[in-house]
């Protein structure tokens, strides 16, 4: 079964963060960025941003951290890591433990939240003007890096 992944291009992200108020909206009822999944970086002085979401780590620390195994892994193409709100107690370790900052906590429910891909269907996606968001299945991915290098012998370039 291939997973999807949200694939981001820092090249195209021109850090409007309309990402950040759309899911804020649609996971949180509310126009607060500060509510949303999704998460916008400047990566340096030149105006770059990486828009960032769970990576549903394959050795997710996340799931290690939480002492009341209330996250866990699923067998799903599109939601990999969930958070059981049935057992968190919200005492933040599995914050501290994502090496990428993608989950946040809110502090009026006291739980954390991390990105679900809006079940197969990202509303950042639609709302990103630039296109620097896209959804792919991991096997197109695959395909795309096999033959990108195969172009690239075809034409001598070595990386």
């Not at 899911?23 to 990486?50: F, H, T």
């Not at 993608?102 to 429910?109: L, M, Q, V």
């Not at 991915?141 to 290098?149: G, K, L, V």
Request: glycine fraction near 6%; proline fraction near 6%; aromatic fraction near 4%.
């Amino acid at each position: 079964m291939t997973m999807k992944i949200l694939i981001s291009d820092p090249n195209k992200c021109n850090g409007c963060r309309m990402c950040r108020t759309a899911c804020a909206i649609r996971k949180a009822g509310v126009c607060n960025p500060e509510k949303s999944r999704i998460q916008v970086i400047q990566m340096d002085e030149c105006d770059r941003y990486l828009p960032l979401v769970c990576q549903n780590c394959e050795d997710a620390p996340c799931i290690a951290a939480c002492p009341k195994e209330a996250i866990s892994r699923m067998d799903d193409p599109v939601l990999q890591t969930v958070i059981d709100y049935n057992k968190c107690v919200g005492c933040k370790m599995c914050l501290n433990a994502c090496s990428f900052g993608a989950i946040g906590f809110d502090e009026d429910r006291g739980r954390p939240f991390k990105c679900d891909l809006c079940g197969g269907d990202p509303l950042c996606v639609h709302f990103c003007e630039p296109g620097a968001l896209t959804l792919k299945d991991s096997a197109m991915i695959q395909y795309d890096q096999a033959r990108t290098s195969a172009l690239r012998r075809t034409v001598g370039i070595r990386r």
